[in-house]
């Protein structure tokens, strides 16, 4: 089962490498998308027992994220293949074969029980999007690239360093060292202390580069500012969910060490620090694609702090990677729409998105009320559950804080957003050809029927696998 | 034994010293290509027993590091036409010694950490500190792009020294996997590093400074 979602992908990766016509080859990216659904949706439910030995094996906290990649992996597909017929001037052989070796990979990662294959799995999605946001090969794409690439590489490595660190936790304490989470998990109480905390540092440093947590973020703005908006869907749901699961496994091992008090006063400060930078950064911004990925910054800053609260806390934290990665859809595919149609991304130019592009410019506006929490949304009840866990372990302040960076953000965001949909669009940008259409609008309008749906009545089967991922995160059978 | 990792490690952290003292980027390619070579050949003096899998990562460590990489980036160099680093952040003396202090900073630091017995009378943790603060100070004061690169390589190497402890906790795939990445990582820079030299005619990532709020 584990081969087949990492490698058919892959397959079809290769097969996109063959196909010598920009028109036709776009179209497999739909057919792995779908494809990727339907056994994303046979493997969830399974219930089959871990094996302890097992490289490879589906575990609950893996099922949320292969379902957050698989079903924004979905809608993102159909939406590219509208998206790259605009495109027809730009050969599109690179950026299908990197899509769809993302989805193999992002697959690996889920499945993945053992942290050094984990860390190999995300070093490849850092790989194969390097050269998505640099599709347009402009000099500020390049840059991004670079800075994307450097910084991504350097977290990245260090990651590793705090993955050896574990291990040689294991060894110091007299056990044979191993990197399988089942091994770890198993060994925690026994792990030699002052490495497994040396451990979780550099962990939270090179996982939360590749999240984009304040003070690593600088390449995320860039990178997302940059590349395709469906690109910025798949880095800002798909590659930020697939860093967290790496850092849930860091926090289970701690946290089954007895070391949750030292790990969530880290975790802790790196939220509130991500979301206080966000917000700053998010008042009086002018570009629209940064202002989304000051929003990524923000929503890590929402999940960490969340983990950092712990068990109250965890259902909710959960069910917002899910939360954010769909909205995050709506919103930076509609931003790429809008993009395309006024063929610029700064308030400056863009005005009247509502009355240019009246199903995107809807869109973007009922995306960044979901984002910011508000009912009937899907993000509206995880982060209550967020704000509910942070009162009932009695953390007021820290509850407080996190409302007013809320009402800050909402309020910067806000302001941007009506800029950019309200009034009438320029006259040069009533001149351009570009029109919604099923392809670039459908995928959106699904995505935000999920989100909707979440937040009205939170449907049975995703409660139950999240309340699996938490009770597996703390430890209960 | 002991004996002969530790000169190895000397040399490595000499290695680090030479690195960070020319000014030539072609030298410092052929310094980093010394010591990946010379990393590759660690894991057979570390575990004396000869197995398959050790013979195959060692090969496959010293070509990759020792002639891939550093062949990859001679050409993209030659692509460039540029032959120096020129004013650094620091200088090169003066990166010199705050990579002499680096390392004695590091010797002292292992001398206090909790080190199984094994691995305490040998100098690996130390290196593997060592190597990682030359990487770091190759990648914060060098501006032009192949450089930085080269200063990721020997941060990389540093990590790498460090795993040497731990060949269990690696099986040869994921060996395989992170030999893979770098290389993958290394060819896109590669690519990139082209388009910087084709799209701004420099080098110099300070050029790369159009993206800021």
């Known amino acids: 089962m584990?081969?087949?979602?990492?490698?058919?992908?892959?397959?079809?990766?290769?097969?996109?490498?063959?196909?010598?016509?920009?028109?036709?080859?776009?179209?497999?990216?739909?057919?792995?998308?779908?494809?990727?659904?339907?056994l994303t949706g046979v493997a969830l439910a399974r219930h089959a027992p871990l094996s302890p030995t097992a490289w490879l094996a589906l575990d609950p906290l893996g099922k949320v994220i292969l379902l957050v990649v698989s079903l924004l992996f979905l809608f993102c597909s159909y939406y590219a293949a509208g998206y790259l017929r605009n495109?027809?001037?730009?050969?599109?052989?690179?950026?299908?074969?990197?899509?769809?070796?993302?989805?193999?990979?992002?697959?690996?990662?889920?499945?993945?029980?053992?942290?050094?294959?984990?860390?190999?799995?995300?070093?490849?999605t850092t790989l194969v999007t390097a050269p998505l946001i640099f599709f347009n090969h402009t000099q500020r794409s390049i840059e991004a690239t670079w800075k994307y690439m450097v910084v991504g590489s350097v977290g990245i490595a260090l990651a590793l360093l705090g993955t050896f660190f574990l291990a040689y936790a294991a060894l110091h304490a007299g056990h044979e060292t191993s990197l399988m989470v089942h091994d770890l998990v198993q060994h925690a109480p026994d792990l030699s202390k002052p490495w497994l905390h040396a451990a979780f540092v550099l962990l939270l440093v090179g996982y939360g580069t590749k999240m984009g947590l304040a003070p690593m973020h600088t390449w995320k703005?860039?990178?997302?500012?940059e590349a395709p908006g469906v690109v910025g869907a798949i880095?800002?749901?798909?590659?930020?969910?697939?860093?967290?699961?790496?850092?849930?496994?860091?926090?289970?091992?701690?946290?089954?060490?007895?070391?949750?008090?030292?790990?969530?006063?880290?975790?802790?400060?790196?939220?509130?620090?991500?979301?206080?930078?966000?917000?700053?950064?998010?008042?009086?911004?002018?570009?629209?694609?940064?202002?989304?990925?000051?929003?990524?910054?923000?929503?890590?800053?929402?999940?960490?702090?969340?983990?950092?609260?712990?068990?109250?806390?965890?259902?909710?934290?959960?069910?917002?990677?899910?939360?954010?990665?769909?909205?995050?859809?709506?919103?930076?595919l509609s931003a790429g729409n809008i993009h395309r149609a006024y063929n610029s991304k700064s308030t400056e130019q863009v005005s009247g998105a509502m009355r240019r592009l009246p199903l995107s410019?809807?869109?973007?506006?009922?995306?960044?009320?979901?984002?910011?929490?508000?009912?009937?949304?899907?993000?509206?009840?995880?982060?209550?559950?967020?704000?509910?866990?942070?009162?009932?372990?009695?953390?007021?302040?820290?509850?407080?804080?996190?409302?007013?960076?809320?009402?800050?953000?909402f309020i910067g965001m806000g302001a941007t957003v009506l800029k950019i949909v309200q009034g009438r669009p320029a006259f040069a940008a009533r001149s351009t050809p570009y029109r919604d259409s099923v392809l670039t609008g459908a995928p959106m309008l699904g995505l935000l029927v999920l989100v909707v749906v979440i937040g009205v009545v939170l449907p049975a089967p995703l409660a139950a696998l999240i309340t699996d991922a938490v009770r597996y995160l703390e430890g209960r059978p | 034994m002991s004996n002969l990792l530790n000169s190895l490690l000397v040399m490595v952290l000499m290695l680090n010293l030479f690195a960070l003292g020319t000014s030539r980027i072609a030298s410092v390619i052929r310094t980093v290509a010394m010591q990946g070579a010379l990393l590759g050949t660690l894991p057979l003096v570390l575990h004396g027993h000869l197995s398959?899998?050790?013979?195959?990562?060692?090969?496959?460590?010293?070509?990759?590091?020792?002639?891939?990489?550093?062949?990859?980036?001679?050409?993209a160099l030659r692509d460039v036409k540029i032959k120096r680093?020129?004013?650094?952040?620091?200088?090169?003396?003066?990166?010199?010694?705050?990579?002499?202090?680096?390392?004695?900073?590091?010797?002292?630091?292992?001398?206090?950490?909790?080190?199984?017995?094994?691995?305490?009378?040998?100098?690996?943790?130390p290196t593997a500190i060592a190597t990682v603060l030359t990487g770091f100070i190759l990648l914060i004061t060098r501006f032009k792009a192949l450089t930085q690169v080269m200063g990721y390589l020997v941060l990389e190497n540093g990590i790498f020294i460090f795993g040497m402890l731990l060949v269990q906790a690696m099986p040869l795939v994921v060996e395989l996997g992170v030999l893979l990445d770098l290389f993958v990582?290394?060819?896109?820079?590669?690519?990139?590093?082209?388009?910087?030299?084709?799209?701004?005619?420099?080098?110099?990532?300070?050029?790369?400074a159009s993206l800021k709020e």
């Open chain 1, 2 to 38: 584990a081969f087949l979602f990492i490698f058919f992908p892959v397959v079809m990766a290769a097969l996109a490498v063959l196909i010598p016509s920009d028109r036709w080859r776009p179209w497999l990216l739909p057919a792995a998308g779908t494809l990727h659904a339907a």
């Open chain 1, 87 to 124: 495109r027809g001037e730009r050969p599109n052989r690179v950026f299908c074969v990197c899509l769809l070796a993302f989805l193999g990979i992002a697959s690996l990662v889920a499945w993945s029980r053992h942290l050094g294959l984990l860390w190999v799995a995300i070093e490849g």
């Open chain 1, 221 to 225: 703005p860039d990178a997302y500012g």
């Open chain 1, 235 to 332: 880095l800002a749901g798909g590659v930020t969910s697939c860093a967290f699961l790496a850092l849930l496994r860091a926090y289970h091992i701690c946290v089954a060490a007895g070391e949750s008090v030292y790990v969530s006063r880290l975790l802790l400060l790196m939220g509130l620090l991500s979301m206080a930078v966000a917000s700053l950064f998010m008042v009086g911004q002018r570009d629209m694609k940064r202002m989304l990925a000051y929003s990524s910054v923000e929503h890590m800053g929402i999940l960490v702090l969340g983990l950092g609260l712990g068990a109250p806390a965890l259902f909710g934290t959960l069910l917002h990677v899910v939360n954010n990665g769909l909205t995050k859809g709506i919103l930076f």
């Open chain 1, 361 to 409: 410019g809807t869109l973007f506006l009922v995306g960044f009320l979901a984002i910011t929490g508000s009912p009937p949304f899907g993000p509206f009840i995880s982060e209550f559950m967020i704000l509910n866990g942070a009162f009932t372990t009695g953390r007021t302040a820290i509850g407080a804080l996190f409302l007013v960076l809320l009402l800050v953000v």
């Open chain 2, 52 to 75: 398959g899998g050790a013979l195959l990562i060692a090969a496959l460590t010293i070509t990759l590091k020792g002639v891939v990489i550093p062949g990859m980036m001679n050409r």
């Open chain 2, 85 to 125: 680093e020129v004013e650094p952040l620091i200088g090169f003396q003066a990166s010199v010694i705050l990579g002499a202090l680096a390392t004695v900073c590091a010797l002292l630091f292992a001398g206090r950490l909790p080190l199984a017995a094994a691995h305490a009378g040998t100098l690996v943790v």
């Open chain 2, 185 to 208: 990582a290394i060819f896109v820079t590669c690519i990139i590093v082209n388009h910087i030299n084709q799209a701004f005619s420099s080098l110099d990532t300070r050029r790369l």
